[in-house]
């Protein structure tokens, strides 16, 4: 058994296990530097990206690369004559049939998770979001409290408790900040009032586009070109955000669990995809900011850091289902804890942030509880669904001794019907001797003994 356990070791599954917490790092680096900025970067033409449609594309790219890879599956198990269409419905009776309908709930959630952490990033630093949403740790345990029946040790809970301290303390408003916002406030209304003032405003701020002649349109050339951080949204947005997240996590996890067939992790991220496209096209794009992107376009905005936030967010969100359970558990701590540390030294180089005092301790209580929480989602899982099955019937339960009259299910053929007939002498355990054997729980006795023994029913007559 232990040269088993070796044996992976050294082979390239191994070593991709050992390195994908590099492989997450970035993702999870990447994305939050990346969201951030393009939130706060100079726009291009003068308008912003909707980030409505940032979410649409997402859902659209892991859409496409999910269904490439889906399809290559079914194509290996298929012979290599079996046309395009076949494969194509194949693929469409795996995805849609099933429990596949109940995934519409966490691809649900985790739109409105992506939503939400566009509004976060747009208002908080890539660094105090980064820390705040860990948050998402008690959210996932909480709710595995509460559907998978988990008993959460005490070690976990204060764990959680210096998470939620840790939080707290980066959250925690400072004097600097305050005399920023105040700042702020009074020297908001000063607006240009003639068109000499607003040359001379377009030259210390080149990004400007006047739209209007009314204060109205100045100040929305000023908040674009130079966005305005509300902490409060941001924080709430991040909140949100994680209780979103953990839900559909735990779901998903759940459903997996509950599953009465294996399914390819790659069709579910279809299913995923394929749930999560519709809120976000509807909800998101149509209902919410129709008439803005009618005006505007679908693709105002955009530039090479819009489309970057896209493809790595989509890229996360695809990886994500496979680092489900307490075997990667190790692995995303590792990921999540260097992830923090980048994205703060990431903050303070691109965006200039000043850490205070209370951001560096927190920062570090969170660094302590992600990295020593424990996550026992897969084996408890795996428990609770084998408890839901009746145990495994035992044959040598059913074996009778040889002395007694009913036959063992063992020996029966199983197409084979028992008919007990009236008990007449010709049909005792001591009569007669045919050619067909007996079951292997009685002696076979034959004519002879039986004559010679006496008790027959011709020698009682």
């Given at each position: 058994m232990g040269g088993t356990a070796k044996q992976p070791a050294s082979g390239p599954g191994a070593m991709l296990r050992q390195s994908s917490w590099i492989l997450l790092t970035a993702q999870y680096?990447?994305?939050?530097?990346?969201?951030?900025?393009?939130?706060?970067?100079?726009?291009?033409?003068?308008?912003?990206?909707?980030?409505?449609?940032?979410?649409?594309?997402?859902e659209v790219i892991k859409l496409a690369i999910s269904l490439t890879?889906?399809?290559?599956?079914?194509?290996?198990s298929a012979p290599p004559t079996v046309p395009a269409t076949s494969l194509l419905s194949s693929l469409t009776a795996a995805v849609f049939s099933g429990d596949s309908w109940k995934l519409a709930i966490p691809a649900g959630l985790y739109t409105l998770s992506n939503s939400l952490q566009y509004v976060a990033l747009s208002n908080l630093q890539a660094a105090t979001f980064q820390v705040t949403y860990q948050l998402k740790l008690v959210v996932t345990a909480v709710c595995g409290l509460i559907l998978f029946k988990r008993t959460v040790p005490l070690r976990k809970w204060g764990l959680l408790l210096l998470l939620?301290?840790?939080?707290?303390?980066?959250?925690?408003?400072?004097?600097?900040?305050?005399?920023?916002?105040l700042e702020d406030k009074t020297t908001h209304p000063a607006f240009p009032r003639s068109l000499e003032e607003w040359k001379a405003v377009k030259l210390d701020r080149p990004n400007l586009h006047k739209r209007s002649a009314t204060y109205e349109g100045i100040e929305e050339d000023i908040l674009t070109a130079f966005p305005r951080?509300?902490?409060?949204?941001?924080?709430?947005?991040?909140?949100?955000?994680?209780?979103?997240?953990?839900l559909a996590s735990i779901y998903f996890e759940k459903v997996i669990k509950d599953s009465a067939k294996t399914t390819s992790v790659w069709v579910r991220n279809v299913q995923l995809a394929v749930y999560s496209v519709f809120p976000a096209l509807f909800i998101g794009v149509i209902f919410l900011d129709g008439e803005t992107i009618a005006a505007n376009g679908f693709f105002e905005g955009y530039n090479w850091a819009v489309w970057s936030t896209i493809l790595v967010q989509a890229v996360g969100g695809i990886t994500s289902s496979f680092?489900?359970?307490?075997?990667y558990r190790d692995t995303k701590n590792v990921a999540?804890?260097?992830?923090?540390?980048?994205?703060?030294l990431g903050s303070i180089w691109l965006f200039e942030f000043e850490p205070t005092g209370n951001f560096l301790l927190g920062t570090f209580a969170v660094l302590v509880a992600t990295y020593l929480c424990e996550d026992s989602s897969l084996g408890l899982g795996q428990a609770t669904r084998?408890?839901?099955?009746?145990?495994?019937?035992?044959?040598d339960s059913y074996e009778k001794d040889s002395r007694s009259d009913e036959v063992s299910p063992v020996s029966s053929p199983p197409n084979e019907i028992s008919i007990k007939l009236p008990g007449t002498p010709f049909l005792s355990d001591a009569g007669l001797s045919t050619s067909r054997p007996t079951s292997p729980g009685h002696p076979r006795i034959n004519s002879a003994r039986t004559a010679s023994g006496g008790g027959g029913y011709f020698d009682k007559h």
């Amino acid at each position: 058994m232990g040269g088993t356990a070796k044996q992976p070791a050294s082979g390239p599954g191994a070593m991709l296990r050992q390195s994908s917490w590099i492989l997450l790092t970035a993702q999870y680096t990447a994305f939050v530097l990346l969201l951030h900025y393009s939130r706060v970067m100079p726009p291009t033409n003068g308008k912003r990206y909707i980030a409505s449609t940032a979410v649409f594309f997402n859902e659209v790219i892991k859409l496409a690369i999910s269904l490439t890879i889906a399809l290559y599956e079914v194509s290996k198990s298929a012979p290599p004559t079996v046309p395009a269409t076949s494969l194509l419905s194949s693929l469409t009776a795996a995805v849609f049939s099933g429990d596949s309908w109940k995934l519409a709930i966490p691809a649900g959630l985790y739109t409105l998770s992506n939503s939400l952490q566009y509004v976060a990033l747009s208002n908080l630093q890539a660094a105090t979001f980064q820390v705040t949403y860990q948050l998402k740790l008690v959210v996932t345990a909480v709710c595995g409290l509460i559907l998978f029946k988990r008993t959460v040790p005490l070690r976990k809970w204060g764990l959680l408790l210096l998470l939620l301290v840790g939080i707290a303390l980066v959250q925690m408003p400072d004097g600097t900040s305050e005399q920023a916002a105040l700042e702020d406030k009074t020297t908001h209304p000063a607006f240009p009032r003639s068109l000499e003032e607003w040359k001379a405003v377009k030259l210390d701020r080149p990004n400007l586009h006047k739209r209007s002649a009314t204060y109205e349109g100045i100040e929305e050339d000023i908040l674009t070109a130079f966005p305005r951080m509300n902490g409060t949204i941001g924080l709430l947005a991040a909140v949100g955000a994680c209780i979103a997240s953990g839900l559909a996590s735990i779901y998903f996890e759940k459903v997996i669990k509950d599953s009465a067939k294996t399914t390819s992790v790659w069709v579910r991220n279809v299913q995923l995809a394929v749930y999560s496209v519709f809120p976000a096209l509807f909800i998101g794009v149509i209902f919410l900011d129709g008439e803005t992107i009618a005006a505007n376009g679908f693709f105002e905005g955009y530039n090479w850091a819009v489309w970057s936030t896209i493809l790595v967010q989509a890229v996360g969100g695809i990886t994500s289902s496979f680092y489900l359970g307490s075997s990667y558990r190790d692995t995303k701590n590792v990921a999540t804890a260097t992830s923090i540390a980048l994205s703060t030294l990431g903050s303070i180089w691109l965006f200039e942030f000043e850490p205070t005092g209370n951001f560096l301790l927190g920062t570090f209580a969170v660094l302590v509880a992600t990295y020593l929480c424990e996550d026992s989602s897969l084996g408890l899982g795996q428990a609770t669904r084998q408890t839901s099955r009746p145990p495994p019937i035992r044959i040598d339960s059913y074996e009778k001794d040889s002395r007694s009259d009913e036959v063992s299910p063992v020996s029966s053929p199983p197409n084979e019907i028992s008919i007990k007939l009236p008990g007449t002498p010709f049909l005792s355990d001591a009569g007669l001797s045919t050619s067909r054997p007996t079951s292997p729980g009685h002696p076979r006795i034959n004519s002879a003994r039986t004559a010679s023994g006496g008790g027959g029913y011709f020698d009682k007559h």
